[in-house]
C-alpha cells in the first residue's frame, strides 16, 4: 500500500501517535488542555471546511465516495486539517509544530499526486486551516475549558475513529478518474 492511500484511509495515525508521545513527554495536565481544545478546532475546522465544499459544489478531479459534501473538491480537509494542526500547536509547542509542518506539506503533496483534489483545493484548505487553527490556537492560549477537557479530550480522539464510517470510501479501490458525460 502506497503512503499515500495510507494518508488517505488512514490521515489521524501519525497525530495519535504524537499525542501519545506527548502526554508521556508533557504530562497530562497540558496535555489535556491542548486535546480538549483540538477538539474545537476540529469541530470548527470540519464544520468550516465542508460548509465551504457544500457551498462551492466544485467536481474532483476524480469520482470519490464521501458524504457529507465530501466528494467535493474545494477545500482539501486532509490539508486544512493538517495545515490547521500546525498553527494551533504552535500556540503550546513550536517544536511540535515543526512535526506538524512536515506532515502538512507530506498530506498536501498526497492529496495532488492521488488527483483526489487540484492544487487550488488543496491551497485553499491548507489557508483556511491555518485561519481556523490560529484562531482556536489563540483563544485556547488565553482560556481553559476547565470541567469539558476531559470529556472533550475523549471526543478528540473517537471523533476521526468513528468518522471514517461515515465520510470514508466504502470501497478499497483507488479513486478513479472522472467520467465526463
Known amino acids: 500500500m502506497r503512503y499515500d492511500n495510507i494518508i488517505d484511509r488512514y490521515p489521524e495515525i501519525p497525530y495519535f501517535l504524537l499525542s501519545a508521545y506527548h502526554v508521556w513527554d508533557k504530562g497530562l495536565d497540558i496535555s489535556l488542555k491542548i486535546f480538549s481544545f483540538g477538539f474545537v ?29 465530501g466528494q467535493y473538491d474545494i477545500p482539501s480537509i486532509h490539508s486544512l486539517m493538517s495545515c490547521g494542526a500546525v498553527a494551533y500547536i504552535v500556540f503550546f509547542e513550536p517544536a511540535y509544530a ?14 495532488v499526486s492521488m488527483n483526489v483534489h487540484t492544487r487550488g483545493a488543496v491551497l485553499l484548505g491548507a489557508a483556511t486551516g491555518f485561519v481556523v487553527g490560529t484562531a482556536v490556537g489563540w483563544v485556547a492560549s488565553e482560556n481553559s475549558l476547565g470541567p469539558l477537557e476531559a470529556p472533550f479530550t475523549i471526543m478528540f480522539f473517537l471523533i476521526p475513529l468513528a468518522a471514517k464510517n461515515f465520510l470514508m470510501p466504502k470501497s478499497s479501490s483507488e479513486p478513479q478518474l472522472a467520467v465526463e458525460d
Open 98 to 111: 515543526l512535526v506538524l509542518s512536515v506532515l502538512c506539506i507530506v498530506y498536501m503533496r498526497s492529496r
Open 41 to 69: 478546532f476540529m469541530t470548527v475546522g470540519l464544520g468550516t471546511g465542508f460548509f465551504l465544499k457544500n457551498l462551492f459544489k466544485t467536481q474532483r478531479p476524480v469520482d470519490y465516495d464521501c458524504a457529507g459534501g
